[in-house]
């Protein structure tokens, strides 16, 4: 099971360097940042306290492909991407969190929590607005879901699949809501305009 939700949570993100590439999907730079820094963070955190190796797939593969998609997303905006004041307030609670993780990993797990879920607001915009595709949200809600399937152990070991799974199911139900919102607005232009 781990390594289905390994192959699809790759594919994910195949599929969406494509469309970032092509124009159809609009990613934030600075939510990829708080994101990849938080992964590397669980990543740590799951090495800490872990200790069959099942449970470190996800959270190493997650952190190897947001890394690389980081980078080439560097690379496709050429490297003129910034970080606004919110931006960085988040990556600063992220470092505050990975302090954490070497005092007491558990604690960390939950800090965590708040800027992951912080950081996934301008996507949500985005995807309301049509800049997100949900193929890819819908492949890594799939991948997220077989995650949880075979997460056990303590509550601290299930809080990060279940904030990500809500958080990537969340975007999805977004731009789909975007996809049929803007379907209904050209129907009514349609209408209005004959």
Request: a neutral charge; one cysteine or more.
């Given at each position: 099971?781990?390594i289905?939700?390994a192959?699809?949570?790759s594919?994910g993100?195949?599929?969406?360097?494509?469309?970032?590439?092509?124009?159809?999907?609009?990613?934030?730079?600075?939510?990829?940042?708080?994101?990849?820094?938080?992964?590397?963070?669980?990543?740590?955190?799951?090495?800490?306290?872990?200790a069959?190796?099942e449970g470190?797939?996800?959270?190493?593969?997650d952190?190897f492909?947001?890394?690389?998609?980081?980078?080439a997303l560097?690379?496709?905006?050429?490297?003129?991407?910034?970080?606004t004041?919110?931006?960085?307030k988040?990556?600063?609670?992220?470092?505050?969190?990975?302090?954490?993780?070497?005092?007491?990993?558990?604690?960390?797990?939950?800090?965590?929590?708040?800027?992951?879920?912080?950081?996934?607001?301008?996507?949500?915009?985005?995807?309301?607005?049509?800049e997100?595709?949900?193929?890819?949200?819908?492949i890594?809600?799939a991948?997220?879901?077989?995650?949880?399937?075979?997460?056990?152990g303590?509550?601290?070991?299930?809080?990060?699949?279940?904030?990500?799974?809500?958080?990537?199911?969340?975007?999805?139900s977004?731009?789909v809501?975007?996809?049929?919102?803007?379907?209904?607005?050209?129907?009514?232009?349609?209408?209005?305009?004959?």
């Amino acid at each position: 099971m781990a390594i289905l939700c390994a192959l699809l949570f790759s594919f994910g993100f195949l599929i969406y360097a494509l469309q970032t590439r092509s124009g159809s999907s609009s990613p934030n730079f600075g939510s990829w940042i708080v994101w990849a820094s938080i992964s590397a963070a669980n990543a740590l955190i799951c090495f800490l306290v872990m200790a069959e190796w099942e449970g470190l797939v996800i959270p190493f593969l997650d952190t190897f492909c947001v890394l690389l998609f980081l980078g080439a997303l560097w690379r496709c905006k050429k490297g003129s991407c910034s970080l606004t004041a919110y931006d960085k307030k988040l990556l600063s609670m992220t470092v505050a969190g990975l302090l954490i993780a070497f005092y007491d990993p558990k604690l960390s797990t939950f800090f965590l929590q708040i800027p992951l879920v912080l950081a996934v607001w301008p996507t949500l915009k985005g995807a309301l607005e049509g800049e997100e595709n949900y193929l890819v949200w819908g492949i890594w809600s799939a991948a997220l879901t077989i995650n949880l399937a075979t997460t056990s152990g303590n509550f601290e070991n299930w809080i990060y699949p279940i904030t990500m799974f809500l958080l990537h199911f969340g975007v999805f139900s977004a731009t789909v809501f975007g996809v049929l919102r803007q379907k209904s607005f050209a129907r009514l232009s349609a209408i209005t305009e004959s």
